[in-house]
């Protein structure tokens, strides 16, 4: 396949976990010839940088704050990405300009789905209205749940979630947090999804766990407050951590059309890491 470049664009971009989990990729598939680097880059600076890449480039990840700006910029988006109103993937198309897509939302439901996955028809609850947020929400639809309850600081504030929300077809109530009982809502929930920070999660972790399976989109530091929790309650956990790993898979077929070495990418992730976690695949 020749020589080919990726990379991933960010500001801050040196936390970046993607070099350990496409660099696990390629090595795997056998394309020793590729290289996957980290490159400082914020969204006003994206346009001028892709403009001046080369035919040998395969793709890009794109991290915050850049989301928005991929999506802009290409000439043609994914459905999903244009559910959630943000691309994290540019890929070259054949005939020139870039494709954007956004993998969070297969990260979502690959993690969901590997953890054990929920019934369909149920209800889930989001916590927090950013971009993980509208990911979780568009996930909501390959999930068939078709409703769910917001819960956010600043109902005015959550005006991107509640549009994503609209575009995929959820019916969604939002609540504000000062006000939830989050035993009464989350309990009666078969997904909990939360974005928010762990402050603002450990006081109400133990209530937050009563739900079917509880989404952490935080895995550091570990245990999160609600990782523990879940721990003790007896509650299914998937984590971010689950997420970057399986939207990285998504991410490696686009770039170079073959499967995803899964078991490759989420040794390679745990090594990093140090973590204990499972990280089903």
Same mark, same amino acid.
């Given at each position: 396949?020749?020589?080919?470049?990726?990379?991933?664009?960010?500001?801050?971009?040196?936390?970046?976990?993607?070099?350990?989990?496409?660099?696990?990729?390629?090595?795997?598939?056998? +394309? #020793? &010839?590729? *290289?996957?680097?980290?490159?400082?880059?914020? !969204?006003?600076?994206?346009? =001028?940088? %892709?403009?001046?890449? $080369?035919?040998?480039?395969?793709?890009?990840?794109?991290?915050?704050?850049?989301?928005?700006?991929?999506?802009?910029?290409?000439?043609?988006?994914?459905?999903?990405?244009?559910?959630?109103?943000?691309?994290?993937?540019?890929?070259?198309?054949?005939?020139?300009?870039? +494709? #954007? &897509?956004? *993998?969070?939302?297969?990260?979502?439901?690959? !993690?969901?789905?590997?953890? =054990?996955? %929920?019934?369909?028809? $149920?209800?889930?609850?989001?916590?927090?209205?950013?971009?993980?947020?509208?990911?979780?929400?568009?996930?909501?639809?390959?999930?068939?749940?078709?409703?769910?309850?917001?819960?956010?600081?600043?109902?005015?504030?959550?005006?991107?979630?509640?549009?994503?929300?609209?575009?995929?077809?959820?019916?969604?109530?939002?609540?504000?947090?000062?006000?939830?009982?989050?035993?009464?809502?989350?309990?009666?929930?078969?997904?909990?999804?939360?974005?928010?920070?762990?402050?603002?999660?450990?006081?109400?972790?133990?209530?937050?766990?009563?739900?079917?399976?509880?989404?952490?989109?935080?895995?550091?530091?570990?245990?999160?407050?609600?990782?523990?929790?879940?721990?003790?309650?007896?509650?299914?956990?998937?984590?971010?951590?689950?997420?970057?790993?399986?939207?990285?898979?998504?991410?490696?077929?686009?770039?170079?059309?073959?499967?995803?070495?899964?078991?490759?990418?989420?040794?390679?992730?745990?090594?990093?890491?140090?973590?204990?976690?499972?990280?089903?695949?």
């Amino acid at each position: 396949m020749g020589s080919r470049q990726a990379a991933v664009l960010g500001s801050p971009i040196e936390h970046s976990l993607s070099p350990v989990l496409h660099g696990a990729a390629y090595r795997e598939l056998g +394309l #020793a &010839d590729w *290289t996957f680097s980290r490159v400082l880059c914020t !969204a006003e600076e994206l346009p =001028g940088f %892709v403009d001046g890449l $080369g035919p040998e480039w395969a793709g890009l990840a794109v991290t915050m704050p850049g989301k928005r700006a991929a999506l802009s910029y290409a000439v043609e988006r994914t459905r999903v990405a244009e559910l959630v109103g943000a691309a994290n993937t540019l890929v070259p198309r054949a005939d020139g300009g870039w +494709l #954007a &897509d956004c *993998t969070d939302v297969e990260g979502v439901v690959g !993690a969901v789905r590997a953890g =054990g996955g %929920v019934a369909a028809g $149920g209800r889930a609850v989001v916590l927090g209205a950013g971009g993980t947020a509208t990911a979780a929400l568009t996930a909501l639809e390959a999930l068939e749940i078709p409703s769910a309850t917001l819960v956010v600081r600043d109902p005015a504030r959550a005006g991107e979630a509640m549009a994503c929300a609209e575009r995929v077809g959820l019916e969604v109530d939002v609540i504000r947090w000062d006000s939830a009982d989050f035993a009464a809502v989350c309990g009666g929930a078969d997904l909990v999804v939360s974005t928010v920070p762990t402050s603002a999660v450990e006081p109400v972790a133990g209530d937050i766990v009563r739900a079917g399976c509880v989404f952490d989109a935080i895995y550091h530091p570990w245990p999160t407050p609600l990782a523990a929790a879940a721990s003790d309650r007896g509650t299914r956990l998937v984590t971010g951590l689950d997420m970057l790993l399986h939207q990285a898979f998504a991410q490696v077929r686009w770039f170079t059309g073959q499967d995803a070495p899964r078991a490759a990418m989420r040794s390679a992730l745990r090594a990093a890491t140090s973590t204990a976690l499972d990280l089903p695949v």
